[in-house]
C-alpha cells in the first residue's frame, strides 16, 4: 500500500489537486510512522483506524462547517484504499451462521466472533445492533 499511496502522491501534484494531496500525505506519514514504531500494525489496519476516527469526528462540527467538509473530503480520498464494503445483507448471514453455529450464544461473544470477518468492511455499531436484533 506504501508504494500505491506514494504513486498516487505523485499524480495528484502532477493534477495539482491539493486536497487529495494533502490527505495522502498525512495518511502516508501515519504509515511511516507506524513502520518505525515499536509495535507496528498492518497498514490496512492504520488506514481503517484513520478512517473510523475521521467518521466519528464528523459528529463534532455543524453541517455546514469548513472543518467538517475538509473532513469528508480526505475520508473520500481514502475510501479509494479501504477493502470492499460488506453490505446488510452478508453480515446478516455471518451472524445467523454464528448463532447456529454456538446455540446460546450471548451478543459479546457473536460480536467478538464477528468482528475479525467484518473489520475494516463494516460498521461495527450497526453490526452490534443487527446482532442485538437476530438474538431477540
Known amino acids: 500500500m506504501f508504494e500505491l499511496i506514494t504513486e498516487d502522491i505523485k499524480k495528484a501534484m502532477l493534477a495539482k489537486d491539493k486536497e ?10 501515519m504509515l511511516i510512522e507506524n513502520k518505525t514504531s515499536k509495535s507496528p500494525i498492518a497498514e490496512m489496519d492504520v488506514l481503517i483506524k ?5 467518521k466519528d469526528s464528523l459528529d463534532n462540527f455543524p453541517a455546514e462547517n469548513e472543518i467538517r467538509k475538509k473532513t469528508e473530503r480526505e475520508i473520500m480520498v481514502l475510501s479509494d484504499y479501504m477493502p470492499k464494503q460488506l ?11 454464528i448463532i447456529a453455529a454456538n446455540p446460546g450464544i450471548n451478543a459479546g461473544l457473536v ?10 468492511q463494516f460498521d ?8 442485538k436484533a437476530a438474538l431477540s
Open 87 to 97: 453490505d446488510e445483507a452478508a453480515v446478516k448471514n455471518f451472524i445467523k451462521d
Open 20 to 29: 487529495r494531496l494533502d490527505a495522502l500525505r498525512y495518511f502516508k506519514s
Open 111 to 120: 460480536m467478538k466472533e464477528l468482528s475479525p470477518k467484518i473489520k475494516g
Open 50 to 54: 484513520h478512517v473510523k476516527k475521521l
Open 124 to 131: 461495527s455499531k450497526l453490526a452490534n445492533e443487527l446482532v
